[in-house]
């Protein structure tokens, strides 16, 4: 989609005005005609008829002045649009929500916005608002109807952090920044399985069959990678070799995973801000020790960014084998040093040696993700930890190590008891013989 093409839809000024003037009008005339139990697709109706009535309305007031402000076709229908999302959907942000193509949306204020697309191509778009005042609102307004708990937005709290109706993650800060800043992360898969990632070009098929068995063999495994590496939609996939007869409990600071929509045993817990009076906050790391009580098969933490650390790798010691956590994270092996990070600074304060003995101890597998620069995100490798060594480092074996395009490529193996396990979940010996003759010592 070319810039031209993109700009053609950004409202003028007048466009702006009218937009809010018939959403005041007609948002007033909306409450008269619905009720609390009215259905949301009446209402959308409704609201449609009344905005066609609104902008007849316009059209003759504006023939009887002479002409002024009469609006042709595209200029009408951008308004009608405007209008509808501002009342039903997210405002500016709703025309690149529709877009299946876009995958990031940024603003920096609320004139300059930016829309990336999946294959990298990355566009500045027009105003998503009518001033910095109006983004302030339309970003209030999202969060009061995306919101299952109290979000404010405002100098006290300058930060919101909301998932969307659709799955995208919605992030803001104000009195921070020089201006009002956003960025909209989409989740386009929301419902994905390991082959639909294979045919999408992120790894192959053998590798796979052996992430699926990891899975079933009820591996401890942490997805490792960069902002915006597919962390979470790998996490799904792994999740969706979780048999319908397990019970997950899932731990995230904003509802991502969405994990309800594929398994039918899922308690979804979100960490919580503290309230207007300072008061009620819950951490990732409380919840993860709720988890424990509430008879989890396995859990999985959304993304591990400090204290939580600590209390998950005690609850992969503690009955929940076979659960699933993400960390950002540029390598395999890097991973080792974010975790003892975190692990120094939790409440528990341990140290390197301490942390990798629980490390060693409580996981198994660290697949590591990567974006080439093409934009596409592949696994460049799968680490099997092995345990601690004399010295206090944990051991490893890069079952899998990056190729020269950035691609996993075979490398040591799976050690014999793995590689047993794998096989007694399922994993077709084959898969482990093809990967031999490519390198594999067994």
């Known amino acids: 989609m070319s810039v031209a093409a993109l700009e053609t839809e950004a409202l003028s000024e007048d466009e702006q005005h009218l937009v809010r003037k018939l959403r005041a009008s007609v948002g007033a005339r909306l409450a008269e005609h619905v009720t609390e139990g009215t259905a949301a697709a009446e209402r959308k109706r409704i609201g449609s008829e009344l905005i066609d009535d609104a902008l007849m309305a316009h059209a003759r007031a504006a023939l009887a002045g002479g002409g002024r402000g009469v609006l042709n076709n595209l200029a009408e229908a951008k308004v009608a649009r405007a209008v509808f999302d501002a009342l039903f959907g997210m405002g500016g942000l709703q025309r690149w929500l529709d877009d299946p193509l876009v995958e990031n949306i940024t603003a920096n204020g609320f004139d300059h916005v930016f829309v990336q697309y999946a294959d990298g191509t990355k566009v500045q778009v027009g105003p998503i608002a009518a001033s910095e005042e109006d983004f302030v609102e339309l970003l209030r307004t999202i969060a009061a109807r995306a919101g299952t708990e109290e979000r404010r937005f405002d100098r006290a709290h300058p930060q919101l952090n909301i998932q969307l109706p659709d799955g995208s993650r919605l992030f803001a800060v104000m009195g921070v920044s020089d201006r009002v800043s956003m960025t909209v992360r989409r989740h386009r898969h929301m419902a994905v399985s390991l082959q639909q990632l294979t045919t999408m070009g992120m790894f192959d098929f053998d590798i796979a069959a052996q992430l699926a068995a990891t899975v079933r063999a009820k591996l401890n495994i942490l997805v490792s990678g960069p902002m915006g590496g597919g962390k979470t939609t790998m996490a799904r996939a792994l999740a969706g070799c979780i048999g319908p007869e397990e019970r997950l409990v899932t731990i995230e600071d904003t509802y991502e995973l969405g994990l309800g929509k594929t398994h039918p045993d899922v308690v979804a817990l979100q960490a919580r801000e503290d309230n207007v009076e300072g008061h009620g906050a819950i951490t990732q790391a409380e919840l993860v020790r709720m988890s424990l009580r509430m008879n989890a098969s396995r859990v999985i933490v959304g993304e591990v960014r400090g204290e939580e650390l600590v209390p998950m790798l005690n609850a992969m010691m503690m009955g929940t084998d076979g659960s699933i956590g993400t960390i950002h994270a540029s390598s395999s092996k890097q991973a080792f040093d974010k975790m003892a990070t975190y692990a120094i600074q939790s409440p528990e304060r341990l140290d390197r040696s301490a ?26 490798s799968i680490r099997e930890i092995t345990g601690v060594g004399d010295n206090g480092e944990i051991t490893s074996n890069e079952v899998h190590k990056p190729g020269r395009d950035g691609r996993a490529v075979p490398g040591t193996g799976w050690t014999a008891d793995t590689a047993q396990r794998l096989i007694d979940a399922g994993l077709d010996e084959a898969v482990l013989t093809r990967s031999a003759r490519a390198g594999w010592s067994l």
């Open 355 to 380: 942390t990798n003995l629980l490390v060693g101890s409580a996981l198994h597998v660290v697949v590591q993700l990567a974006r080439l620069r093409d934009g596409t995100r592949v696994v460049s």
